[in-house]
């Protein structure tokens, strides 16, 4: 009987460590993520941007506005809005992110995407047929490629 209970200890003890082990590799992720999570968070607005290489044009750029919070994405074009999700991975390289469209033009679709962030400046490259993440922070024609660069607006 009190090998039985031995057994039964043991078991427990294993779950614990296990489940110990799993909440603290999560909260060390969660750790190495939160600076660019937090840094990423804010209103941002295009200050270039290209796709399949041609430039979009300042007057259009004017109408963008970018809004990111809590894995959250609100941006407006020209007027329409359109809202989603995001996930960012810092350990990639180059770092790496998903936007999945919730509300408005992109709803139930699912971008991939690279970042840089460096200060107040935010590039962008999104694969918006959806297919694979870019390599690289630059388009080419035909392609589906669009890489844009914000800047933080200053509250």
């Known amino acids: 009987m009190q090998s ?38 804010g209103a941002w607005t295009p200050i270039k941007a290209e796709l399949a290489g041609q430039a979009w044009p300042d007057t259009l750029l004017k109408t963008i506005n970018l809004k990111l919070h809590n894995g959250e994405y609100d941006i407006t074009v020209a007027g329409q809005p359109d809202k989603g999700t995001y996930t960012i ?14 509300d408005g033009p992109n709803k139930g679709k699912t971008f991939l995407a690279i970042y840089e962030l460096e200060g107040d400046t935010l590039r962008v490259c999104y694969d ?19 890489l844009v660069t914000y800047n933080r607006i200053k509250e």
Not at 128 to 146: C, I, M, N, V
């Open 4 to 41: 039985r209970s031995l057994v039964i200890i043991t078991s427990t003890s294993a779950f614990v460590l296990c489940a110990w082990l799993a909440f603290a590799a999560a909260q060390s992720s969660v750790a190495a993520e939160a600076p660019d999570t937090k840094a990423l968070e």
């Open 128 to 146: 918006l047929s959806g297919k694979q993440r870019p390599a690289q922070f630059k388009t080419a024609a035909e392609t589906k490629l669009y």
């Open 89 to 102: 991975d810092p350990s990639t390289k180059p770092k790496s992110m998903i936007i999945t469209g919730t």
